[in-house]
């Protein structure tokens, strides 16, 4: 059933012709952060002139927060390496993020409550709540 909300989210964005918003819902939803990026930026300024602009720049850390949570669900643990996170980001174009920046994001994260977990910085491990790791966005809103 979610393909079947997925193409019909696709026809009424077309419907109203607002195309620009299928790559920002796919990168969102797939925790794609260099989607999201690329398309904010190719339709940057049809985004500034919706006055929308910004409220796309806060979605960045909602997809960051999918991509982490799918590489939680795939390790199987609650214990995973920094450096997991970090491949990741590198392997979605974002060859820049280190370790420490990796580490960075990923304790803002916590403190701003989108994971619930610590960093142990003795292992480069991020542990994770074995309740909620990874709080309902509705929360947040």
């Given at each position: 059933?979610?393909?079947?909300?997925?193409?019909?989210?696709?026809?009424?964005?077309?419907?109203?012709?607002?195309?620009?918003?299928?790559?920002?819902?796919e990168a969102v939803?797939?925790?794609?952060?260099?989607?999201?990026?690329?398309?904010?930026?190719?339709?940057?300024?049809?985004?500034?002139?919706?006055?929308?602009?910004?409220?796309?720049?806060?979605?960045?850390?909602?997809?960051?927060?999918?991509?982490?949570?799918?590489?939680?669900?795939?390790?199987?643990?609650f214990q995973i390496?920094?450096?997991?996170?970090?491949?990741?980001?590198?392997?979605?174009?974002?060859?820049?993020?280190?370790?420490?920046?990796?580490?960075?994001?990923?304790?803002?994260?916590?403190?701003?409550?989108?994971?619930?977990?610590?960093?142990?910085?003795?292992?480069?491990?991020?542990?994770?709540?074995?309740?909620?790791?990874?709080?309902?966005?509705?929360?947040?809103?």
């Open positions: 059933s979610s393909g079947i909300n997925a193409e019909y989210g696709v026809a009424i964005l077309k419907q109203y012709n607002l195309q620009e918003f299928e790559g920002v819902v939803k797939c925790g794609n952060i260099k989607l999201l990026n690329d398309t904010i930026e190719k339709n940057a300024a049809f985004f500034i002139r919706a006055g929308i602009y910004l409220i796309l720049e806060k979605l960045k850390v909602i997809t960051l927060r999918n991509l982490f949570k799918k590489i939680y669900l795939i390790t199987g643990t390496d920094v450096a997991r996170f970090q491949v990741a980001l590198n392997w979605l174009g974002l060859e820049d993020v280190d370790s420490d920046e990796t580490e960075c994001i990923l304790a803002n994260m916590i403190n701003d409550g989108y994971i619930k977990g610590y960093i142990s910085e003795q292992h480069k491990k991020i542990v994770v709540s074995k309740v909620t790791a990874f709080p309902k966005l509705s929360s947040f809103l």
